[in-house]
Nanobody
Framework: QVQLVESGGGLVQPGGSLRLSCADAGFTLNYYTIGWFHQAPGKEREGVSCISRSDGSTYYADSVKGRFTISRDNAKNTVYLQMNSLKPEDTAVYYC???????????????WGQGTQVTVSS
């Protein structure tokens, strides 16, 4: 069973960068499409990006296109989310999730990590 662990969150100034990592303790991450989601206080969880398990196709929410890049390193069993040009509105808890559909809908992902906090503030 996939066991996802996120890392890399923190406090960063507007315009700064962070790289989030999503690793699978069970070493099965390569079999799944992996999505990144975020949830700000009082708001619903939203899809940010996903990377396909089959051909590595990537998808992004409009709000992050051109700023965020998702990638996967199959040898390290890890998916990354490189976040550049961060804005205060990017502040949220970021979760990675495993599924089989290439989608940004949270209902299509069945296994979730515990989340990592990203705070963008001066």
């Amino acid at each position: 069973q996939v066991q996802l662990v996120e890392s890399g969150g923190g406090l960063v100034q507007p315009g700064g960068s962070l790289r989030l990592s999503c690793a699978d303790a069970g070493f099965t991450l390569n079999y799944y499409t992996i999505g990144w989601f975020h949830q700000a206080p009082g708001k619903e969880r939203e899809g940010v990006s996903c990377i396909s398990r089959s051909d590595g196709s990537t998808y992004y929410a409009d709000s992050v296109k051109g700023r965020f890049t998702i990638s996967r390193d199959n040898a390290k069993n890890t998916v990354y989310l490189q976040m550049n040009s961060l804005k205060p509105e990017d502040t949220a808890v970021y979760y990675c999730a495993a599924g089989f559909m290439t989608t940004l809908s949270s209902t299509d992902f069945g296994s979730w990590g515990q989340g990592t906090q990203v705070t963008v503030s001066s």
